[in-house]
């Protein structure tokens, strides 16, 4: 198993940039591939990045519009989640998440999760 802790939320102006970092242990980082997911109250987890285990891959929503960078850093295993641009909206708590799967595409296919960071975008 792997344990997540997420940290780097808060309140930003919209425009703003935040660094969102996850800290792993437990067993070996890199073999988890690991992805970021966003959820607003009420609303259902949504897909933001993803990145591979070892080739650095990384996949983004399409909404996020080369806004959004997420990286990782196995030695120290980590992993992060540049935002920039942000936009305002609701408040929502931001996930990461590993998944032993080799091609994991659904947040259903995540098997460990972090407890979560929160974050507001004000106008």
């Known amino acids: 198993q792997v344990q997540l802790v997420e940290s780097g939320g808060g309140l930003v102006q919209a425009g703003g940039s935040l660094r969102l970092s996850c800290a792993a242990s437990?067993?070996?980082?890199?073999?988890?591939?690991m992805g970021w997911f966003r959820q607003a109250p009420g609303k259902e987890r949504v897909f933001l990045a993803r990145i591979g285990r070892t080739t650095g891959i990384t996949s983004y929503a399409d909404s996020l519009k080369g806004r959004f960078t997420i990286a990782r850093d196995n030695a120290n295993n980590r992993l992060e989640l540049q935002m920039n641009s942000l936009k305002p909206e609701a408040p929502a708590v931001y996930y990461c998440?590993?998944?032993?799967?080799?091609?994991?595409?659904?947040?259903?296919?995540?098997?460990?999760w972090g407890q979560g960071t929160q974050v507001t975008v004000s106008t």
């Open positions: 437990g067993r070996t980082f890199s073999i988890y591939g």
């Open positions: 998440a590993a998944s032993s799967d080799l091609y994991p595409s659904t947040s259903n296919d995540y098997q460990y």
